[in-house]
Protein backbone atom coordinates (compact mmCIF):
# COMPACT_ATOMS: atom_id res chain seq x y z
CA UNK A 1 0.00 0.00 0.00
CA UNK A 2 1.44 3.68 -0.22
CA UNK A 3 2.70 4.94 2.29
CA UNK A 4 4.16 8.73 3.24
CA UNK A 5 6.46 8.82 5.88
CA UNK A 6 7.72 12.57 7.01
CA UNK A 7 10.33 13.16 9.55
CA UNK A 8 13.09 15.77 10.68
CA UNK A 9 10.86 18.18 12.59
CA UNK A 10 11.27 19.95 15.64
CA UNK A 11 11.80 23.29 17.41
CA UNK A 12 14.19 25.60 16.26
CA UNK A 13 15.20 29.28 16.71
CA UNK A 14 14.33 32.03 14.10
CA UNK A 15 16.75 32.55 11.36
CA UNK A 16 17.17 28.58 11.84
CA UNK A 17 17.48 25.89 9.73
CA UNK A 18 15.60 22.49 9.30
CA UNK A 19 15.45 19.98 6.91
CA UNK A 20 12.32 17.54 5.86
CA UNK A 21 12.23 13.98 4.74
CA UNK A 22 9.50 12.57 3.40
CA UNK A 23 9.69 8.76 2.78
CA UNK A 24 7.69 7.03 0.02
CA UNK A 25 6.59 3.52 -0.52
CA UNK A 26 4.07 1.58 -2.20
CA UNK A 27 3.84 3.25 -6.00
CA UNK A 28 6.22 4.49 -8.92
CA UNK A 29 8.11 7.17 -6.86
CA UNK A 30 10.12 8.25 -10.24
CA UNK A 31 6.78 8.70 -12.05
CA UNK A 32 5.49 10.67 -9.90
CA UNK A 33 5.38 14.56 -8.80
CA UNK A 34 5.63 15.04 -5.04
CA UNK A 35 4.56 17.67 -3.03
CA UNK A 36 4.92 19.80 0.52
CA UNK A 37 2.05 21.17 2.26
CA UNK A 38 1.82 22.93 5.60
CA UNK A 39 -0.96 23.88 8.36
CA UNK A 40 -0.76 26.58 10.68
CA UNK A 41 -2.83 26.10 14.18
CA UNK A 42 -6.36 27.65 13.01
CA UNK A 43 -5.76 28.10 9.55
CA UNK A 44 -5.88 25.67 6.37
CA UNK A 45 -3.67 23.74 4.82
CA UNK A 46 -0.91 25.65 2.29
CA UNK A 47 0.36 24.03 -0.68
CA UNK A 48 4.53 25.06 0.03
CA UNK A 49 6.34 23.12 -3.18
CA UNK A 50 5.55 21.02 -5.81
CA UNK A 51 8.47 19.24 -7.54
CA UNK A 52 8.46 16.99 -10.71
CA UNK A 53 9.37 13.42 -11.15
CA UNK A 54 12.23 13.99 -12.49
CA UNK A 55 12.99 16.97 -10.19
CA UNK A 56 13.44 19.57 -12.65
CA UNK A 57 11.52 23.34 -12.15
CA UNK A 58 9.75 23.57 -8.81
CA UNK A 59 7.01 25.41 -7.72
CA UNK A 60 7.03 27.59 -4.52
CA UNK A 61 4.83 29.53 -2.76
CA UNK A 62 6.02 33.32 -2.18
CA UNK A 63 6.31 32.83 1.05
CA UNK A 64 8.93 30.49 0.69
CA UNK A 65 10.51 31.65 -2.19
CA UNK A 66 14.37 32.06 -1.50
CA UNK A 67 14.31 30.10 1.95
CA UNK A 68 13.34 26.92 0.86
CA UNK A 69 14.62 23.97 -1.07
CA UNK A 70 12.85 20.63 -2.29
CA UNK A 71 14.27 18.28 -3.89
CA UNK A 72 14.32 14.39 -4.48
CA UNK A 73 16.76 11.22 -4.84
CA UNK A 74 14.62 8.97 -7.36
CA UNK A 75 16.99 6.43 -5.99
CA UNK A 76 15.84 6.40 -2.10
CA UNK A 77 12.18 7.04 -2.83
CA UNK A 78 12.65 10.55 -0.85
CA UNK A 79 11.40 13.90 -1.06
CA UNK A 80 13.13 16.75 0.81
CA UNK A 81 11.97 19.87 2.17
CA UNK A 82 15.79 22.61 3.00
CA UNK A 83 13.81 25.08 5.19
CA UNK A 84 16.34 27.95 6.15
CA UNK A 85 15.92 31.64 7.35
CA UNK A 86 13.06 30.42 9.21
CA UNK A 87 10.39 32.31 10.78
CA UNK A 88 8.31 32.10 13.69
CA UNK A 89 5.27 31.86 10.74
CA UNK A 90 6.68 29.00 9.02
CA UNK A 91 5.18 27.31 12.66
CA UNK A 92 2.97 24.46 11.67
CA UNK A 93 2.55 20.73 10.72
CA UNK A 94 4.53 20.01 7.54
CA UNK A 95 2.59 17.33 4.79
CA UNK A 96 3.94 14.74 2.33
CA UNK A 97 1.81 14.54 -0.48
CA UNK A 98 1.28 12.22 -3.98
CA UNK A 99 -1.23 12.57 -6.34
CA UNK A 100 -0.52 8.44 -7.25
CA UNK A 101 -1.72 6.81 -10.62
CA UNK A 102 -2.94 3.47 -9.73
CA UNK A 103 -5.13 1.43 -12.49
CA UNK A 104 -7.03 4.08 -14.65
CA UNK A 105 -7.56 6.44 -11.44
CA UNK A 106 -5.28 8.93 -9.50
CA UNK A 107 -5.42 8.97 -5.96
CA UNK A 108 -4.47 11.44 -3.29
CA UNK A 109 -2.24 10.66 -0.19
CA UNK A 110 -0.89 11.94 2.51
CA UNK A 111 1.73 11.35 5.11
CA UNK A 112 0.79 11.54 9.11
CA UNK A 113 2.69 15.29 9.06
CA UNK A 114 5.72 16.78 11.07
CA UNK A 115 5.69 19.28 13.39
CA UNK A 116 7.57 22.59 12.99
CA UNK A 117 7.80 25.13 15.46
CA UNK A 118 10.04 28.24 15.24
CA UNK A 119 10.62 30.04 17.82
CA UNK A 120 12.80 31.80 20.35
Known amino acids: QVQLVESGGGLVQPGGSLRLSCAAS????????MSWYRQAPGKGRELVAT????????NYADSVKGRFTCSRDNAKNTVYLQMNSLKPEDTGVYYC?????????????WGQGTQVTVSS
Open 51 to 58: IPSTGGST
Open 26 to 33: GFTFSSTA
Open 97 to 109: YARVRISIGYYNY
